[in-house]
């Protein structure tokens, strides 16, 4: 047995599976949201399945789920059921989802299927979803009743995240 | 139904790669050959599951079944067939069972080919094979399984990342990477069934040296065509980044060079075994490495798949193939004993080990660039990144060595030489470097790197043209004729070391292209009205308007721009109508911003006018209205790096094929001087 091959090597061993072990699970492309603690950029837009015109400015008050989502983003598939179940067990937060880059039909066709409970409006030119810095997906704003953005989730919510995040628009 | 098909044969895979790995293990360590035989069955066995499963999974794509859970994560109706087609390897879970599907082909043909040959060392080798691919079967029916169901399916999906789509070479440089990547496992599993075995005799290094040869080739070529792709389509301008994942390829490839090289010195004077079957074994462990790096979401790189569970998974397979391979070698690299001795240091051999030792410095400082901010992060907590900067300072010199090696080396003969000799040698190339040294600076490079390159550059060209039509003048001086002569001496006797040479011819060329076309570059950013033109480096760029286009996938606005000579005949009628302009028109050239539905923000393909001296290069920054700001780079030379690469693709190509069996060529022993080894 050659000792010198077999320290070396156990060394180089563990200090490879130490560094790339601690930089697991960190996402390198997560940045925090510059928003976080400024008031949300105002909106108005209207509704796919209802038709009405809703205009954030008219929701302060209580706290506001902003959810961008899109009918062509799978996660959004498997986030939907959880929206639409907390939306009907907390009455007094006002959801509502954003979808663009996408048709009414299709947003129509997803939400017979699949239900709703609450507005979903047509972002039609990405105006708004530049204006919250949307990066992908679904990524959802929790804004509290005085309209301030308190936190920020990018990719699929279960109940868990959704409530966690919500504490905090009702502190 | 599709899905859970797909999901039996995955299952039925991690059942066969496993059991085969025990079979084959004991089959070595018994030397039966009856266990040799049924590892071999296994071995096919899972590459014909592995093959199915592929297919399946590409008959749920081309039909859009989204039920299965990949199709609908990259699938859509609105994407073209040939899209369609390669998204199997566009997302994370495909792109691992494309690696079984390679690994598996890779395990039944070298298994096949060897099916006769080399007992001792074929079930140790087989195992270790189908130890990988339990591994990556496992893997992909579990934390990376494509053959989920999904219910109810979707109506219809997002279709495959639109960097992808938005480029040919898409097609081919994922399959080349992975020919190259996957390919690794093949050497590995020969250097540690050698090391298994306790010997490495002659007759192993010939398939030892092409198993290793093969994937390098294709990872060479996969190398080229990820930068030429960066350069067509990224629109910055560039074709190196030193982004962790291009880093990630071009480590492997720095220790595989290395280890072709060492092999080369290990058939020639019976040493350097160990430093061998080590190289080849970091060789595989850096592919599994780079994997970890494009698939765990932890380097921040225009490859990253999204973070998923695979990461811990690799990493798990990485450190336990780490460990692996550092007790095999501690055990056993006594046992891998030299033959022979190096005689003198200033010799060919004494040049191969310094080529060794910076090829391995190289890959350090590449590796120590590429995981600085993992480790900063780790114990510092702190964000940061590693860029450019530090890479061209370290690899510039480390490079240039290289090059430097790359002349003498060759130049210089094997064994002992006295002075006059060694003279002789090395002296007379130095007459093509300060030629080219001269022609660089009349041309107005003034950079010191780049002179010096091109000094080396015309040194080695020389050593390399010399080396390689060696064989064919030293049969025209013995009275043959020239085709015979050609044939025999070049490409049937001499295949391996012509082959060798050519691959050395690529390489200058790439050093040289490489070092002219990145400090010889100049840009220039501009806003053009419609009709406006602007001159820079020798065209006049002249705006004249933009087109929508729109196509099932995505939606385009296309900017057209004519490129003439100023100074012509003013006005001579091609120039667009436009009233900018002037001269003569040379071409049109039109980039372009591309809209992907599934993407808000659009990516830009610029457009390239290539001639042999250089490329003019168009980038659009913004299109508003009537206005284009665009980027103008002029890039001499940077054409010949692909050229290059895909020279010394064939000349590796050319150094694999088997020579002939030697008994049936009776061609008279030629002169003592000739070596018969290659590069490569």
């Known amino acids: ?171 | 139904m599709t899905a859970t098909f797909g999901r039996f044969l995955i299952l039925a895979s991690v059942l066969v790669s496993t059991t085969g790995a025990f079979i084959a293990y004991a089959a070595g360590a018994k030397r039966s050959p009856e266990g040799l035989k049924w590892s071999q069955r296994f071995a096919y066995a899972f590459a014909g599951l592995m093959v199915l499963a592929t297919g399946v999974m590409e008959y749920a794509l081309i039909t859009h079944d989204f039920s299965v859970q990949y199709v609908a994560h990259v699938g859509s109706t609105q994407v073209p067939l040939w899209v369609t087609i390669v998204s199997l390897w566009s997302s994370l879970e495909g792109s691992i069972l494309f690696w079984g599907f390679i690994l598996g082909i890779y395990i039944a043909a070298t298994t096949w080919v060897n099916r006769n040959q080399h007992q001792d060392y074929m079930p140790f080798a087989i195992g270790t094979w189908l130890s990988c691919g339990a591994f990556f079967s496992f893997l992909i029916a579990g934390p990376a399984n494509p053959f989920l169901s999904v219910v109810p399916a979707p109506l219809d999906g997002p279709g495959p990342n639109p960097l992808l789509q938005n480029h040919l070479l898409m097609i081919i440089h994922p399959p080349m990477l992975y020919l190259g990547y996957v390919g690794m496992t093949i050497p590995f599993g020969f250097a540690a069934a050698a090391l298994l075995r306790g010997r490495l005799g002659q007759s192993f290094l010939r398939p030892l040296r092409a198993s290793l040869l093969l994937p390098w080739v294709f990872l060479t070529i996969a190398i080229m065509l990820g930068g030429w792709w960066a350069y067509e389509v990224l629109g910055w301008g560039g074709y190196w980044a030193w982004d962790p994942v291009e880093n990630a390829s071009l480590l492997p490839w720095l220790t595989a060079t290395a280890a072709l090289h060492s092999a080369i010195v290990m058939e020639r004077r019976g040493v350097l075994k160990g430093w061998t079957v080590t190289l080849i074994q970091a060789s595989f462990l850096l592919t599994i490495l780079g994997t970890f790096m494009t698939r765990s979401g932890v380097f921040n790189s225009v490859h990253s798949f999204t973070q998923s569970a695979i990461g811990p998974t690799i990493l798990i397979f990485l450190a336990a193939v780490l460990l692996f391979s550092v007790l095999l070698l501690a055990f056993r690299i006594d046992s891998l004993e030299a033959e022979g001795r190096i005689e003198s240091a200033v010799s060919r051999e004494g040049m191969f080990l310094v080529n060794n030792l910076f090829f391995v410095v190289f890959t350090f400082t590449v590796l120590v660039g590429t995981v600085f901010p993992l480790v900063v992060e780790a114990v510092k907590g702190k964000q940061m990144s590693v860029g450019r900067p530090y890479f061209d300072a370290m690899v510039v010199p480390v490079g240039t060595a290289l090059l430097f090696l790359l002349g003498v080396g060759p130049a210089l003969p094997w064994g002992k030489t006295n002075r006059k000799e060694m003279l002789r040698a090395l002296l007379p190339p130095l007459v093509t470097g300060a030629i080219a040294l001269v022609i660089g600076y009349a041309f107005g490079v003034r950079n010191a790197w780049t002179l010096l390159t091109l000094l080396f550059g015309g040194y080695a060209a020389h050593v390399t043209f010399a080396q390689m039509w060696l064989p064919l003048r030293q049969r025209l001086k013995k009275g043959d004729a020239f085709a015979p002569a050609l044939i025999d001496a070049q490409l049937r006797r001499g295949r391996r070391r012509f082959g060798g040479y050519v691959v050395h011819a690529g390489a200058v060329i790439v050093f040289v292209a490489i070092a002219v076309s990145s400090t010889m570059r100049t840009q220039q950013e501009v806003t053009l009205t419609r009709g406006q033109s602007t001159t820079f480096a020798g065209y006049t760029v002249t705006f004249t308007g933009t087109e929508e286009r729109a196509e099932p996938h995505r939606q385009s606005t296309i900017a057209h721009f004519n490129i003439s000579k100023p100074g012509g005949p003013s006005g001579g009628g091609t120039s667009g109508g436009s009233s900018g302009g002037g001269g003569t028109l040379i071409t049109t050239m039109e980039p372009r911003m591309n809209q992907y539905a599934a993407m808000r923000e659009p990516i830009g393909t610029p457009a390239v006018y290539s001639t042999i001296g250089r490329d003019y290069y168009l980038s659009i920054m913004n299109l508003q209205g009537e206005q284009a700001g665009i980027l103008i780079i002029n890039m001499p030379m940077v054409g010949w790096i692909w050229g290059a690469v895909l020279l010394m693709g064939v000349g590796g190509l050319i150094a694999l094929i088997p020579a002939r069996k030697r008994t049936y060529v009776v061609v008279p022993e030629s002169a003592p001087t000739i070596d018969d080894e290659a590069i490569a």
């Open chain 1, 1 to 171: 047995m050659n000792r010198t091959v077999l320290i070396i090597g156990i060394i180089i061993v563990a200090v490879i599976v130490f560094v790339l072990f601690a930089g697991l699970g960190k996402d390198p492309q997560h940045i925090d949201s510059p928003l976080i603690g400024k008031p949300a950029p105002p909106f108005t837009l209207k509704a796919v399945n209802t038709g009405q015109t809703i205009d954030l400015q008219s929701l302060r008050g209580k706290p506001v789920i902003v959810n961008f989502w899109a009918t062509w983003c799978v996660p959004c598939y498997e986030e939907h059921p959880t929206l639409v179940a907390n939306a009907r067990q907390l009455p007094d937060v006002q959801f509502v989802g954003v979808v663009f880059n996408d048709t009414e039909d299709k947003i129509n066709q997803f939400l017979a299927a699949r239900g709703s409970a609450y507005p979903t409006l047509l972002d039609a030119n990405g105006k708004t979803a530049i204006a919250y810095g949307v990066g992908g997906v679904p990524e959802t704003y929790f804004i509290n009743p005085s309209g301030i953005i308190v936190a920020k989730f990018e990719g699929p919510m279960d109940s868990d995240i959704l409530r966690a995040n919500l504490a905090k628009a009702l502190r």
